[in-house]
């Protein structure tokens, strides 16, 4: 004990010294000058609760992703319109030769089928004031006719057939017989077989069907014959405007449906959060702070919830015209329970404690303690709600199409989008038809979800203080 | 069998515990009230489904000349005043009568069609959920104990995907990549023990997102209160820490929607069920809705109704078993 003792003792000894020898520095007691400033500066602190919230938001990174996409995507989705050369979403397009409708187009980057080099001869057939329908193919020789093959290339033979020359494809489809000697040609030949006669050797349709291209570019010789310079393009649709997403299966342009349909989703999502938002609180502040209010208020809860939504769509739908306002009128029915139920909730835990004891024997009047005392402190949980709430009613617009009674295919929707596009996953060709708006949609709730969450954290001020 | 012994033992469990927390009282009272909610709710969907189209009610309304409408209305009963329709539908179910089917398979009892559907959507939810508990639980706990490492990330995104791809569209590509993964049939055959494995797993993948993001949540919450740092300053050991205090205080908020979860089952999952066409009860509200079966549509919604409200029940029970300071007596309404 004793020996314990006595290192004790040295020890604090040694502290002593070097605290004595600290202390006789006199730069430690040297007087400050007055200053009036830092006088001031006493008490006060330069925090503000949103200047550090945002301060924090910002600084996550995967939130400012979210948040640059989002703004990217809202963006994007109103400025689409006022792009040159958007379609109309509810237009059937046809093909303009044979009138049959342009189904299940694959999505391109680019009208081009190809670019003429040398001084193609074509077929060509007017279309409209700016397009030509336009093929190489000159004839169709029908079965059994003679013809004279005067050169062999490697897949393509020249012919001389009534007076036209052109070339024909010698392949397994068309089944030329071959002489004894290829080489001696001229060689006369039968086909038992269509065959095609092109203008050069290349074959310049679109598996069959017409290429279109734009009138200004294609010559006529002394003979009328059309002939296209080098440089010229092709094209497989008569428009320079390519279907980005393709079409789908009547026709009708996926870009610019996709597009219409995002603004519609997000208009509802946005209008119903709205509803969602500021019934809810309302009723939910009432719900919790208001104690007569809370018996009643429950059981209209417990009845209301327990009615399916369904049958209230399908009412509302008969009573009203359908149509967008309807299906968000029927929606705000019912979507802000939830969320008076959680406000309802948040506010029971909150509503006794002392700083609110404290206001209400100050004699604050209630609704100032709910304005002022309750509703700030919800600021976090709420911008959560709400974040979430905007994907919430785009998905349940999807679940409503699912069930038949959404919006009708005239007003493209993400959830009717997404409806057609899974009649056709069967076909790996047609999937774009789903991918599409699938994609558009995870977006927006994925950034939706990341920034609300975000917001959530950084509005916490156990995190940013 | 192993199933019926299971629900003896629950029963028993909540009625020692109802017992023994002198909760009998309690429990009559709120079985009493939701009665009258209950009464409120039928009476409200009763009237509803009065206002429906007449159209509604026919397959070829067009082609029906004034009498013949009036005589099917006749037949269904809907002729009638509201509240003559109303007080005899009542009585008959006090006698426990659901009544008879009208339009969705006409003439059978809707007993009989809920007997026959309800099994196959119950087995199937409560494997589902089975699987969502044990994938979840862990993924939660393994997300919240290293904030920022591999699981807490790799849950983030499966939880994010999960919600962001609408169900109906990831359910139709596991059906599609699962059935050539597994060479099975597109549909759902009760005998082959082999096509239930994709319904439950894409009805579990939801519950496993949910499970996980929540208990995350709570048990970051919990990590972050004054006993656990006390608790961890005097030394226990992380594990028991962690077991011991963390899960079993942040799980009681989850406890309260197991029963409920478990109970709701029976209504089915709508996309799942009509994917692999499974004769289940998803969708069936829905459907009778759309048909305007109006017996059929008031018999669910008071099944359902009965289901919320005594799952509700069970679920702040549990909560109360699990963790001996909420009392229910003074919570109440408050739930």
Known sequence: MSIFGTKKLKAEKAVENAFKERISDDRLFEFAPYDPASGERTGYSNYSYWGSTLKAFFKNRAAMTALIVLGLVLLFTFLQPLLPGQRDANRVYNDPVTGIQLQNLSPSLSTVFTTLESKTILNCQAVDENWFAVSNLVATIKKRDDFTVTAYLDDWVKIEYKGISGYVKNNFQTKLKLPD?????????????????????????????????????????????????????????????????????????????????????????????????????????????????????????????????????????????PGVSTLIFAMSLTRWL????????????????????????????????????????????IMLRMALAIPGAIGSEVFI???GIGLSKETPSLGNLINEGRQYVTSASLRYQLLFPTVILSLITISFYIIGNSFADAADPKNHV | MIIKIALCLLAAGFIYLIWKRRLGFYVLKRVLLSLFSLLAIISVVFVLLRQMPIEGYFDNYDKLDEAQVQAKLHTLGLDRPILQQLIPFLKNLLKGDLGQSSRYSAGTSISQIIAEKAPISIYLGVASMGLGLLFGIPLGAAMALKKGAFWD???????????????????????????????IGMLFKRNEPVTWILPVISMSLGSIASYAMWLRRYMLDEINKDYVKLARSKGISPYKLMLSHVFRNSFVPMVQYIPASLLYTVCGSIYVESLYSIPGMGGLLVDVIGRQDNPMVQALVMIFSCIGIVGLLLGDLLMAMLDPRISLERRQGVR
């Open chain 1, 181 to 321: 000697d290829p080489y001696a040609v001229p060689y006369e030949s039968r086909s038992n077989f269509t065959v095609q006669v092109y203008s050069n050797n290349a074959d310049l349709t679109n598996n069959g069907s017409w290429l279109y291209c734009e009138s200004a570019k294609i010559r006529f010789d002394e003979n009328a014959i059309a002939y296209a310079p080098s440089g010229t393009e092709l094209r497989t649709v008569p428009s320079a405007h390519p279907f980005v997403f393709g079409t789908n299966n009547i026709g009708q342009d996926l870009w610019s449906r996709v597009w219409s349909g995002t603004r519609t989703s997000l208009w509802i999502g946005f209008v119903v959060a709205l509803f969602e938002a500021l019934i809810g609180i309302m009723v939910g502040i009432l719900w919790g702070y208001v104690r007569q209010l809370d018996h009643v208020l429950t059981e209209l809860y417990n009845i209301i919830d327990n009615i399916p939504t369904t049958i209230i769509l399908i009412l509302v739908s008969y009573i009203m015209k």
């Open chain 1, 338 to 381: 939830g969320m008076a139920r959680f406000v309802r909730n948040q506010i029971v835990i909150i509503r006794d404690r002392d700083y609110n004891l404290a206001s209400r024997c100050l004699g604050t009047s209630p609704v100032r303690i709910m304005v002022k005392n309750l509703l700030p402190y919800l600021v976090s949980v």
């Open chain 1, 401 to 403: 199409t699912y069930i």
């Open chain 2, 153 to 183: 990330r790799f849950g983030t995104v499966f939880i994010v995907l999960i919600n962001a791809v609408p169900a109906a569209v990831y359910y139709i590509f596991i059906q599609l990549y699962g059935t050539d993964l597994l060479r």
